[in-house]
């Protein structure tokens, strides 16, 4: 399980992110100077009550919305000073989300639904079908490429969606509460596929989930509430605090 993260540079730094809605007395903070770095390679779990901020924060970190104040920068570059047409743009090419809905389009297989997105990055048609199917294999549902989505359970299309989100070679993934619309045994399975494709690609992660068990899975755990960061610990801290003495020799 090699998680490669040991020397990995920041991908992302917030710094006292603020947003709100609305004006005067009706003024909503749905973030209140949240400061957060994230890691290359890291799989971040973001939890909290509902109205925290997550999706807020969420959509700031897609490039779907912009802060009201305070820094993002991705990869050392100032994301609030792109335009609307570069936070696209720049999304397009590194960033991929996945929502809580499954939005596969119902006429498509899973493969075209998979390449779909790839064939408006002008991307050549071999190479999309290419890093499609590896995706669907990532996502252990290769096997389904032919199917129509009314052909899936909703963890297999889900786990389809993931595969598209990720195909086009996104440096940072994003999904907010993607096993909301799922039962628990489907929703526990895409969270592992989760880690797995974690493990395997060492993608940067960012997941918005209300479920306990994605301690089990995430390598670090932010928790919002009323706006702002009131946890942020590394999985490996639980891991340690769990087993005493800590452990010698571990593998990194
Ligand atoms: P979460 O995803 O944690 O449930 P949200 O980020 O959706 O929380 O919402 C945080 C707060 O911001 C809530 O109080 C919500 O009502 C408010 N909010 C979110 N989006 C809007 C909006 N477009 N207009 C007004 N208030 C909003
Ligand atoms: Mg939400």
């Not at 009201?68 to 609030?80: L, N």
């Amino acid at each position: 399980m090699a998680i490669k993260q040991a020397e990995a540079q920041s991908l992302i730094e917030l710094r006292e992110v603020s947003r709100s809605y609305g004006e005067g007395e009706a003024t909503v903070h749905a973030l209140r100077g949240v400061t957060l770095s994230i890691k290359s390679g890291e799989m971040v779990a973001l939890m909290g009550p509902s109205g925290s901020g997550k999706s807020t924060l969420m959509n700031i970190l897609g490039l779907f919305d912009r802060p009201t104040g305070g820094a993002y920068t991705f990869g050392g570059q100032d994301m609030t000073r792109l335009s609307a047409r570069q936070q696209a743009s720049f999304r397009g090419r590194r960033i991929a989300f996945v929502f809580q809905g499954i939005h596969l389009l119902p006429r498509l297989t899973a493969l075209a639904n998979v390449e779909l997105p790839m064939s408006y990055a002008r991307m050549a048609a071999n190479t999309r079908r290419e890093s499609a199917l590896k995706a669907l294999e990532l996502l252990g549902v290769a096997h389904l490429k032919d199917r129509y989505p009314s052909q899936m359970s909703g963890g297999q299309a889900q786990r389809v969606a993931i595969a598209r989100a990720i195909a086009p070679g996104p440096d940072l993934l994003l999904a907010d509460e993607p096993t909301g619309a799922l039962d628990r045994k489907s929703g526990e399975l895409v969270l592992q596929a989760f880690q797995e494709l974690h493990e395997e690609t060492g993608v940067t992660i960012v997941l918005v989930t209300h479920d306990a068990f994605v301690g089990q899975h995430a390598a670090r755990i932010v928790a919002l509430e009323d706006g702002q960061v009131i946890g942020d610990q590394p999985v490996t801290d639980r891991l340690m605090a769990a087993r005493q003495p800590s452990p010698t020799g571990g593998q990194s």
